[in-house]
Each structure stands twice: as structure tokens, then as C-alpha cells.
């Protein structure tokens, strides 16, 4: 069985996991805490369905990661894996899967079993392969409003890179679905004789080709993020990136960030 169908699911299970919760046995040793810290109630339920309820999900990694059996640790991803973080069947992750993320991640890292941490991979595979539902494609970050789902959701995936690469092929996989979301950070800007411009730039992640058009996020842009063609991108082994714009109306100021146009496009 692959690392990504672990945490799938059969859809006949949804309404079972949605009949009761059980307690959660306390134990120091997992991310109790980091769980407690999310405000789960503020985050929306795009479907209104309780099991879809990010309440749930914070129960769910409880769960996972107190889980001592194959069956406890089973039912919890089922609980994740159907609802709330994914829906496996319907190939949708929900908003809380941003706050889920980094739980996840310790969970790969410092997971009680093996189990554990191969589940954490698996639901992170899929909460990368899954698309978001209509007006909830978007959260807000410590490091920029409007952020695409699933390029927040990489961020935090590429900021685990060392723990990632101990898993092997799992955690390899996993880092490369993570670079094609990738994120610009434009530190300086020129205009050239023909109109262009030209930037210098921090770059994460990975560019398959250029030209590709990018989203604009400026605190000079009131409106929802416009977007830019970048005709070239050039990096080097220390993320620098040198760029080359086609002419635009809006301004590409140093502090803006540019993440792929087709990610604020993924919805359902």
C-alpha cells in the first residue's frame, strides 16, 4: 500500500466517524499543546457538515497522535482523511488543513510509531493533491493575507525539509510536490530601456518554465491580487533569483510576493 492511500478512505465510513467521539487519553509526549493553540472554532466549514466541522480535525490529530494500536491510528486518519482536513472520495481539502499542517509535520518528525509518521506523510500528500472548495481557496498567514491554500500549506511542508528527507521516497515526494508551489519575494527592482523590468528576488520552490504568470501580492494593491507574466527566471544554489517582467500596469515594488496564478485558481 502506497504512502498517499493510507490515508484514504471508502466513503461508507464518513457517516461512521461522524456518530460519536470518543476521549482522547493525555499524553505529554505528542503535540497536545500545539493542537490547543489553534482556534479551530474560527476557522470556516465550507459545507456546513459536521463532519467536516474543524473542530473535528483538531479531535482527529488528538487521535493520531496519542494512538497506540494499527486500529486507533487507523480511525483517526479515516476521521482526516473523510472529512474536514480531505475528503479523499470528492479530492478536496478544507481551510483547516493550513492550521493541521505543521501538527502533521511534527507528527512525521517526532511520531510515537512508524505508523504514525507514515500517516502524517500521507494526509500531507493528499491535502497537496486535493483542490479546495469555491471561495475558501485562500488563508491568511503570519506571512501574507489571501495566501493560496496550497501554498501555504507547501510553506510550511519546505520549512521541514531536513525531517522530510529521513523518510526516503515518502518524504522526497512530498518536498517535490511541495516546490512547484512556489513563492517569489522581490528585493529590488529596475526598469529597462524597453519597458520591462527587471528584479532581484528570493525564490522558493521550483519553476518548471517560463514565461508563467504569477499573482501580485503589494500592500499598494487594494483589490484582489493581480497578476504579472514573468518572461524569465534565473536562480542560483543560494535561492537568489534574477527576473525578468513583461510590462505591467501594476507596480512591483520591493516586499511584494508573487505565487503562481494557477494556485489562487485551484478550486472546486
Given at each position: 500500500?502506497?504512502v498517499a492511500?493510507?490515508a484514504?478512505v ?5 457517516q ?12 505529554l ?5 500545539a ?6 472554532a474560527a476557522?470556516p ?35 482526516l ?31 510515537r ?18 483542490f ?26 519546505r520549512g ?18 511541495a ?37 501580485l ?24 533569483a ?11 515594488a520591493?516586499?511584494?510576493v ?8 485551484r478550486?472546486?
Amino acid at each position: 500500500m502506497s504512502v498517499a492511500s493510507r490515508a484514504q478512505v471508502p466513503a461508507r465510513r464518513r457517516q461512521k466517524s461522524c456518530e460519536g467521539i470518543t476521549p482522547v487519553r493525555q499524553n505529554l509526549a505528542v503535540p497536545l499543546d500545539a493542537i490547543d493553540a489553534v482556534n479551530w472554532a474560527a476557522i470556516p466549514n465550507p459545507t456546513w457538515h459536521r463532519c467536516d466541522d474543524p473542530e473535528r480535525v483538531a479531535h482527529a490529530l488528538r487521535l493520531l497522535a496519542v494512538s497506540t494500536t494499527a486500529n486507533e491510528t487507523g480511525d483517526a486518519t479515516s476521521i482526516l482523511a473523510d472529512g474536514g482536513f480531505v475528503c479523499g472520495h470528492a479530492a478536496m481539502v478544507f481551510p483547516a488543513a493550513y492550521a493541521a499542517t505543521p501538527i502533521l509535520l511534527d507528527l512525521v518528525e517526532h511520531g510515537r510509531r512508524p505508523r504514525i509518521k507514515d500517516a502524517a506523510l500521507g494526509l500531507l500528500a493528499n491535502a497537496l493533491d486535493c483542490f479546495p472548495t469555491a471561495g475558501h481557496n485562500r488563508v491568511d498567514t503570519p506571512f501574507g493575507t489571501d495566501v493560496p491554500l496550497c501554498c501555504a500549506v507547501a510553506r510550511h511542508i519546505r520549512g521541514r525539509r531536513s525531517a522530510l528527507l529521513v523518510h526516503g521516497i515518502p518524504g522526497r515526494q512530498l518536498l517535490s510536490q511541495a516546490e512547484v508551489h512556489w513563492r517569489l519575494t522581490i528585493e529590488e527592482t529596475e526598469v529597462q530601456p524597453d519597458g520591462s523590468l527587471a528584479a532581484l528576488a528570493v525564490f522558493e520552490g521550483t519553476m518548471s518554465q517560463a514565461p508563467v504568470e504569477a499573482e501580485l501580492h503589494t500592500s499598494s494593491v487594494a483589490s484582489s491580487a493581480p497578476t504579472v507574466w514573468i518572461d524569465t527566471l534565473t536562480a542560483d544554489a543560494s535561492d537568489s533569483a534574477c527576473i525578468q517582467f513583461r510590462q505591467t500596469s501594476f507596480e512591483v515594488a520591493p516586499g511584494s510576493v508573487l505565487y503562481p496564478a494557477e494556485c489562487g485558481r485551484r478550486e472546486h
